[in-house]
């Protein structure tokens, strides 16, 4: 893996737990079937879904 390609999933992991950060924070103050909420889970879903596929694409490599 090139220097680039580990910063990116660093930035990744960081983007994730800042968002995972945010949607507790928001259940608890909203609830957790509040449309915000499922909003940010959505995005948190889409940041997990590009994490898991630079570490798919770096054990194949």
């Known amino acids: ?3 680039l390609a580990i910063e990116k999933k660093v930035n ?6 800042k ?3 945010d949607m507790y ?7 957790l079937t509040h449309p915000l ?9 889409t ?9 798919r694409f770096n054990q194949v490599s």
């Open 1 to 3: 893996m090139n220097s």
């Open 37 to 45: 909420v499922v909003s940010i889970s959505q995005e948190l879903d």
């Open 47 to 55: 940041l997990l879904n590009r994490y898991q596929e630079i570490h």
């Open 19 to 21: 968002k995972q950060k």
């Open 25 to 31: 924070k928001k259940a608890k103050d909203h609830g």
């Open 12 to 17: 990744l992991k960081n983007q994730i737990q």
